[in-house]
Nanobody, 120 residues
Framework: QVQLVESGGGLVQAGGSLRLSCAASGRTSIIYKIGWFRQAPGKEREVVARIIWSGGSTYYGDSVKGRFTISTDNAKNTVYLQMNNLKPEDTAVYYC?????????????WGQGTQVTVSA
């Protein structure tokens, strides 16, 4: 079992920054990759970014490229999402998720989410 807890969300003005954290606990040694997702009201969940837990290879969704940075601190079992130049359309609940199989796009464990609200 892997437990994930997100933190760092809040209210920020457009153009501002936030850093989200995803703290993993439990059997962290089985984690293959961590993904950040977001879901806005009335919209489908979308992938924001993902990172290989041990090797650092990253992926970003088109809407956040150049503005968001995903990183890991394996010593702290934490994945960060640095979000710069935030826009009102970034408003959503942000979730982190862990994939332990590494064999496909699905994720096995999810956090409870943290709200990010960007005002115009």
């Amino acid at each position: 079992q892997v437990q994930l807890v997100e933190s760092g969300g809040g209210l920020v003005q457009a153009g501002g920054s936030l850093r989200l954290s995803c703290a993993a606990s439990g059997r962290t040694s089985i984690i293959y990759k961590i993904g950040w997702f977001r879901q806005a009201p009335g919209k489908e969940r979308e992938v924001v970014a993902r990172i290989i837990w041990s090797g650092g290879s990253t992926y970003y969704g088109d809407s956040v490229k150049g503005r968001f940075t995903i990183s890991t601190d394996n010593a702290k079992n934490t994945v960060y999402l640095q979000m710069n130049n935030l826009k009102p359309e970034d408003t959503a609940v942000y979730y982190c998720a862990a994939d332990v199989s590494g064999t496909g796009p699905k994720y096995d464990y999810w956090g409870q989410g943290t709200q990010v609200t960007v005002s115009a």
